[in-house]
């Protein structure tokens, strides 16, 4: 059995679908009419028997397993070393699906299904007993839902009939996979299959919210969704968890949504974000930090905005990467984590980085770069 991944493409303008088994054998390559079809059935056939696979959505790529069956998630959390008491998001193809595992959907939730749905936004709701796996809600009475915006995903669930289970397709703590490759560089040798559908589109993972008793929405976590998108939807008070701003949430404390409890998002090398008014006086900081980096022997890194570049031209630096432009942060959020693994891909241990402002999807960006981070800030002195 060959054990490296070969891809042979013909034809000009199709998608090349793979899926590979344990031990890396292809195992479906298609490229008919229909190039996706029978690689989406051998894929659904996995997760019915209770196999784990990989596939695309518009955020990152998931890792799914049938939400029904234990054994399949649990193989799941052994695959990410992901913690046991974090819960994963469940994925459906159809609304009709919730009737199967939720008590109740208020009117808010369902406001914000109709204007989101498909798309990245996950719903915490009160969840029916003994119609999930008990590892999928960590032991909470309530599950988080999403309907994924991507062809390659709805259809596989559909075909799957089952809700899927899918956390991010990576080693846990580390950037989430925009491209099959990150995941196969992450996973492989540890999973059934991988479905390749490309590049995904926004990058970071979705919004995960939930209506309280009060009728506010509490978001758990930013994401692809922003909080003036919600709020013009929901009509309703907005509000965050602390634990998207503070630390990660304590040992003891079992938290409501992924993201918010462990270190995520993390490169191999130390990063650190750099925080200020002033952006020269943020540069003439990094510049500083960088210069002692070098003097250590660090391979260093930078991640800055488009408007900045221009003032770390006289810096020395093994690996400069812009997010994109300050006034297009949906930039910033689909480069991400590519830049991130890129800088592990280039051995690079010491990083720094701009921020950005908390507004839109900058909320979103600033979690993720925050997580990353550790939560290690460098704050210039006004």
């Known amino acids: 059995m060959d054990d490296k991944l070969n891809v042979n493409e013909t034809g000009n303008d199709k998608m090349t679908t793979v899926c590979w088994d344990m031990k890396s054998e292809i195992?479906?390559?298609?490229?008919?009419?229909?190039?996706?079809?029978?690689?989406?059935?051998?894929a659904a056939a996995?997760?019915?028997?209770?196999?784990?696979?990989?596939?695309?959505?518009?955020?990152?790529?998931?890792?799914?397993?049938?939400a029904r069956m234990t054994e399949a998630v649990e193989a799941v959390f052994r695959a990410k070393g992901r913690p046991s008491d974090n819960p994963l998001i469940v994925h459906i193809a159809d609304v009709k699906q919730l009737d199967e595992m939720v008590v109740s959907v208020d009117n808010t939730s369902r406001r914000l299904m109709e204007a989101f749905w498909p798309g990245p936004l996950t719903l915490v709701l009160p969840v029916k007993p003994d119609v999930l796996s008990p590892r999928v809600t960590a032991g909470l009475d309530t599950v988080a839902i999403r309907m994924?915006?991507?062809?390659?995903?709805?259809?596989?669930?559909?075909?799957?009939?089952c809700p899927v289970a899918a956390p991010s397709a990576n080693r846990s703590g580390r950037p989430s996979p925009t491209l099959a490759s990150h995941v196969l560089e992450d996973l492989e040798?540890?999973?059934?299959?991988?479905?390749?559908?490309?590049?995904?589109g926004v990058g970071v993972e979705s919004t995960v919210v939930q209506v309280q008793p009060n009728g506010s929405v509490l978001v758990l976590r930013p994401g692809g969704i922003t909080l003036e998108q919600l709020r013009n939807v929901a009509g309703v008070d907005i509000v965050t968890d602390p634990g998207i701003t503070a630390a990660p949430h304590g040992e003891n404390q079992a938290p409501r949504s992924?993201?918010?409890?462990y270190t995520h998002y993390a490169p191999k090398g130390k990063l650190t974000l750099v925080q200020g008014d002033s952006p020269s006086g943020v540069a003439d900081l990094i510049t500083s930090h960088l210069k002692e980096a070098t003097s250590r022997g660090e391979k260093t890194g930078l991640l800055v905005f488009d408007e900045h570049v221009n003032l770390y031209c006289g810096s020395v630096v093994s690996s400069l990467q812009s997010m994109g432009s300050l006034s297009h942060l949906e930039t910033?959020?689909?480069?991400?984590?590519?830049?991130?693994?890129?800088?592990?891909?280039?051995?690079?241990?010491?990083?720094?980085?701009?921020?950005?402002?908390?507004?839109?999807?900058?909320?979103?960006?600033?979690?993720r770069l925050q997580k990353a981070a550790g939560m290690a800030v460098i704050q210039l002195n006004s």
Do not use: W
């Open 27 to 42: 195992i479906a390559e298609h490229t008919d009419n229909d190039p996706l079809q029978l690689a989406l059935e051998e």
């Open 46 to 66: 996995l997760l019915q028997r209770g196999d784990i696979v990989a596939f695309p959505t518009e955020t990152v790529y998931g890792l799914g397993a049938n």
């Open 148 to 161: 994924p915006d991507h062809p390659i995903a709805l259809r596989l669930i559909a075909r799957a009939n």
């Open 189 to 200: 040798g540890h999973i059934a299959g991988i479905v390749d559908g490309g590049a995904t």
């Open 258 to 261: 992924p993201g918010m409890k």
């Open 332 to 367: 910033a959020a689909h480069r991400l984590y590519a830049i991130l693994r890129q800088m592990d891909d280039e051995d690079v241990t010491f990083i720094l980085s701009e921020t950005c402002p908390e507004e839109g999807l900058g909320a979103a960006v600033m979690n």
